[in-house]
């Protein structure tokens, strides 16, 4: 039986708006002035935090920008290890391992180009096994989702289709309650915010939310879909169903009116779409492919950026200093950092800081200036564990992506508490000339086995005062392999990896709790402090990027905290269907 905490699975009301800012303001010490932002500190030295600082090189090659990173390593949650074998070599990701070409994906593959990636990029295109086949596991063996396949004909997507939605248990009745949905009543207009499980019950019902829904929510945010904010998850069908009153109808009015999006990512949209000098079979590859990543893994990417801010003599690197403390002062901001070898501090001034740390360390370092910022908790952050593992034998799972398990899955099927398992070598060739992949091979070995990342814990780990071993997490791996795929060979290599507070949940609320944290850093610093990452803009890696490509392109703009996309109301605009 799944134990949920208390409140958050349930709706928001209206109600009062409180600050938490003492009612004097007189006993404020608020310095209003704005100097050039011509000396940055960012602090986080992930891909949010080097992205920003390229951003702002490549518009003020003049400023200085000042990186703090805690750890000795640059990247963040972007970590690919490279492992030795008998003959050769093969790639493990620690963390994301691929990224999407649509959406903010469009503003990394400029970041590509400008890094002279282009030709380390390797693409998945749209007709391989990765993009055609996605499974859930339910009840007790995996399922294809149900999708077009581009190498079969139209029959036999109908049979598969037709055979999917009669026989599969997680995927049965799911058309009738679709059909009925239009006749659902909408949500009362109290209801200012509601978790992601509960208004996909009330539209459709809770069966295919339990039983499909939370296995894309655990692949995405490793959370609970009974916890995770609807109206910031999914904005635009929380805003259809407000409009018209029920999902089908407004995705229909979509189709005969065109869709509506909010005006600032239009603009992004029509930025975008500005001529731009990639190479032509960059272009044409990006265009087809379903996902793509890089010779050397992910970490590449980040890499590359390290090694080009470091030939800017404008940009510093402070590795191993976390930063304690940031203080808004009549001049500047003055910073308090900590050295984690050391143990010395020191004092560091600049004209601003943009923090990409998580909302809970920004707030942390802030309290000094009002220990209020302590009691702003944004959204929590669990911990999700990564086991890597290479089997010598290949095909040792269907052709596919991967698969994710939802939370209606029997307790028998999934002790372990998985989120779910991914098929890493779908992503990348395992021989020269793989007609599915277009780039160079990531690993050397000189026959390619089989390669999976499983996932364990997330929200499941919520509250936990301890984790698993990494001899735990390895046998845990192992079951999930053998239970679910019948894989009782013993990995040839295999990486254990504990990701502490890793991705941002979005909870209920989570709109509002940003708008009084956004109210203290505007009162508090006047612009001198902004923010960006992945609680920001989305938890992905584009994401990332394009929250350091509006912090960075802003910063000009005073006043601002890096949140104004969140908490600013929203205009929508219609975007037309084109007629052919």
Sequence with gaps: MLNRRNGLNKVARVGSRRSVAPSSLAAIRCYSSQPDPNDVAILGGGITGLATAHYLSQSNPNRKVTIYESSPRLGGWLHTEKVEIDDGHILFEKGPRTLRPAGNGSLTARLVNQLGLEDETIFTMKTAPAATNRYLYYPDHLVRVPQPDRKLGFMANATALANTFTYEPAFQGILGRLALEPFRPARDSSVTDESVGDFF?????????????????????????????????????????????????????????????????????????????????????????????????????????????????????????????????????????????????????????????????????ASSMNRGFLKLPVCPTPTVMTVNLYYRTPNLHPSGFGYLIPLGIPIDQNPERALGVTFDTAYAAGTPGDEDFVGPMQDTVSNRGTKVTVMLGGHYWDGWSSHPSNDEGLQMAQSIMERHLGVTEKPAAHSVNLNYNCIPQYTVGFEDRVSKFHDELSLRYSGRLRVAGNWVRGVGVNDCIRSAWDVARDLDTSGLTGLEYIVKPKQWLTVKVKKS
């Design 201 to 365: 019950a009330r539209r459709i019902g809770r069966r295919l939310v339990d039983q499909v829904m939370s296995a894309v929510v655990h692949g995405i945010y490793a959370g609970d879909i009974y916890q995770l904010s609807m109206k910031s998850l999914f904005p635009s069908l929380w805003r259809l169903e407000e409009e018209s009153g029920s999902l089908v109808t407004g995705l229909l009015q979509n189709m005969v009116e065109g869709a509506k999006v909010p005006a600032k990512e239009l603009e992004f949209m029509m930025a975008m779409k500005q001529p731009y000098p990639f190479g032509k079979e960059f272009r044409k590859n990006f265009r087809r492919s379903n996902v793509f990543t890089f010779r050397n893994g992910i970490q590449q990417l980040v890499d590359t950026l390290e090694a080009s801010l470091k030939k800017s003599p404008n940009v510093i690197f402070q590795l191993n200093q976390e930063v304690t403390d940031i203080k808004n002062t009549e001049q500047n901001v003055e910073l308090e950092a900590k050295s984690s070898t050391e143990g010395s501090t020191s004092k560091h001034n600049h004209t601003h800081v943009i923090s990409t740390l998580s909302p809970d360390k920004t707030s942390q370092a």
